[in-house]
């Protein structure tokens, strides 16, 4: 079994900061991919930014400059640090984890953590 479980999430006014946490437990040795996505009600979730174990990162063009991604490994802790945040940020923002190359569906997620970004 395997358990992601974000944190950080809340309100905050355009032009702040959050720092969302996702912490992993359980079998996540094989899940070397881990990375966070977004949604807003009525629409697909989308790639936020993503992380491998060695160290390589992914954050969608975008959101490049406000939005950093980082983990830490001995914690089992997934980051994401929001700068700039603007209202068009306001989102489910959700962890999640799979293996590199393993097939769609097979990602691991967490519950989300609601993000509002006000005005």
């Known amino acids: 079994q395997v358990q992601l479980v974000e944190s950080g999430g809340g309100l905050v006014q355009a032009g702040g900061s959050l720092r969302l946490s996702c912490v992993a437990s359980?079998?996540?040795?094989?899940?070397?991919?881990m990375g966070w996505y977004r949604q807003t009600p009525g629409k697909e979730r989308d790639l936020v930014a993503t992380?491998?174990?060695?160290?390589?990162?992914y954050v969608a063009d975008s959101l490049k400059g406000r939005f950093t991604i980082s983990r830490d490994d001995a914690k089992n802790t997934l980051y994401l640090q929001m700068n700039s945040l603007k209202a068009e940020d306001t989102a489910m923002y959700y962890c999640a984890a799979w293996a590199a190359g393993s097939s769609p569906g097979s990602e691991r997620w967490g519950q989300g953590t609601q993000v509002t970004v006000s005005p």
């Open positions: 359980g079998n996540i040795g094989n899940l070397n991919v």
């Open positions: 992380i491998h174990t060695g160290g390589s990162t």
